[in-house]
């Protein structure tokens, strides 16, 4: 850049891009408050020094670290949506989504991580209202990461039909037994892992289904194993495992909300918890956009920077239009939720939408940095890895379109 | 335990900065942001005060516009409560004009230290706190990279080219403190929150009845012209084709190192 002196001189202090784009995405000055900018740079300066260094090794290494996930808990990112008598921030769901969104821009292994953990301790807080005992006894320490709480839906049978479930919880005298198992559990053999918020058939069938409750059950119960870590293509670094009951005891106080309704509630409550999940995708791409950046201003080709051959300035920008639209189509359902608004048109559009923009991102990236594209070390390769769970995990495309079809009055014939 | 903390609130050296064609002044439109040199003031303020037991952290700032964000992330780290000054007339100020308001500024709430960087991000005159402690008739003890309390002295290892010294300095007194002296925290989400209910009390010239004693009509000091600094010139590359010690001693025996 050329500069006069006289003219306002333009001091080249920074280290860093000066282009607002390139640092914090696409502007959206209607949804955010100044405490979400402040926290919003507070998560940038904590991602920039304590999870982009070691993201790429971690990754590599399958490697979940217990230090900087204690951090993050210091940081307040667990507890952002339970209620502040149990210790958490009482925020709102655009502070969650800054969180998974900054952290996913390097590292959406530890974005998932505190995805899974906020969500739970916010069903957790939510089904378990009426025991404000136990509330107390597990969430303040699970605001600060000294104890993990995990989701446990899923079962080898399938995820997509969720509501279809063959662990059983039996009551037994006061207490319930539990028979089964559950897969691709998230956070649930960390040296935190605590409880799983287990989802289980309770009761006999009616109509073909059985009702389905939800239970706060220890890891270290009799009858639990938490089976071995899954190794994986994406989200390397996050704690994921499968969970074996074999006549696990349980006392009735496990038991979530009312016998029967807690999956039917816990699904109610956590139509937001798409979006966390579609800030990581608008986050996994900015990621993408700031190393094709850093790859395309330094590499050159035919005697130039690469960036200056427009057809990779367009691929660039491409990139970066996906990413303006995963941060709209996210924050414009957060900030509808936080007012109060009904999101589920909404959340589900954000998910399908922003999910593939970030599996497209990220396979532009790939390409565009040529062979290293292809490196294990390149935040690019890092981002394609962990862009394909993105369109699988809360739901797959087929998922979320159910969910629109049926919005558009489609609902009795899917 | 109380102490003042002085900080800064610049334009974010993440975005481009320019100065004021006529003035030569940077032009501090828009946000300003804590400068980060402060960071590790206010960081060690709150440790100290909470070593202590007791007492609290108060930030004092002069900035324009009423400019509070810079002061929100260091209440969001800690402090109890922060005082600004703000005043047009305080436009061009020099640096003795910014110790005299910020002393006077100090003066009025209760403290046994006061603490500031060395220097800031943006002035780098590093003169302001000396000047301070002088207005304040404090014993001043600069580039300070270990600091504690005991009793009724401030113990300080202070940063020298050779080392560092052991200075002991009786409170109340003025400390400047180095970028390694303490590692900063980052404001946490509840810190955020409860930033926005404490007190910024604002004060302008008049409040400190510094009118006609201290802001740009009174500045001593005037930027007459700014010069572009002389792009660092490519180093040279000596290849070793077995003479290469030899051409590293003639190279240094030429800048008459050796
Ligand atoms: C890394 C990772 C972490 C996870 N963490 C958790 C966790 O913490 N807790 C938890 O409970 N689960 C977790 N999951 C599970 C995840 O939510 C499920 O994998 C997901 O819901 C898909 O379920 P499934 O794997 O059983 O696939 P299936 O349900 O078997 O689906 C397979 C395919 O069939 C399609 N399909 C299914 N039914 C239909 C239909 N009716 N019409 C059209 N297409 C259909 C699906 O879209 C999909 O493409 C995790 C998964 C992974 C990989």
Redesign the interface.
Known sequence: MAREVGDPVALDMKTQSTNAFMSGGYALPWAFSPEHDSWKSTLQDFVASRIAPGAAQRTIDERFDPDLALAVGELGAYGLLVPTEYGGQGADLRSLCLATEETAVYDSSMAVTIHVQAISLALLAHLGKDHPDLLLETLPKAVTGEVFISFGLTEPTGGTDAGHIETRAIKQGGDWIINGSKQFITNSGTPFSKYVILFAATGEASGGRSPISAFLVPLDAEGVTVGPLYRKLGWRASDTHPLFFNDVRVPNAALLGEEGRGYAEALRFLTWARLPISAMSAGLVRGCLLDIDRFISERRSFGKPLGDHQAVAFQAAEVAALGSLARVMTYDGAWKYDHGHPIQQEAATAKLLSAEAANKAAYIATGLLGGYGFMEESAATRHYQDARILTIGEGTPEVQKMLIARLLGMGRRL | MNIAVCVKQIPD?????????STHNL?REGKL?LDDSDAYGVEMALQLVDKAGAGEVTLVSMAPRNET?GL??GL?MGAAKAILVTDDQLAGSDALSTAKVLAAAIATTEFDLVIAATESTDGYTGTTPVQIAELLGLPSVSFAKKVEIDGSVVKVDRQTEAGYDEVICPLPALVTVTAGVVEPR?????G??S??SKPVVTLSLADLGLVGAAGGAVAGQEIVS???AEARQAGVIVEDDGTGAQQLVEYLEQLKFV
């Open positions: 050296p993440a975005a481009p900065w320019s100065l004021d064609p032009v942001i964000s929100r992330t969001a980052y404001p946490s989400f509840k955020i929150m930033a926005k700014v010069q572009k």
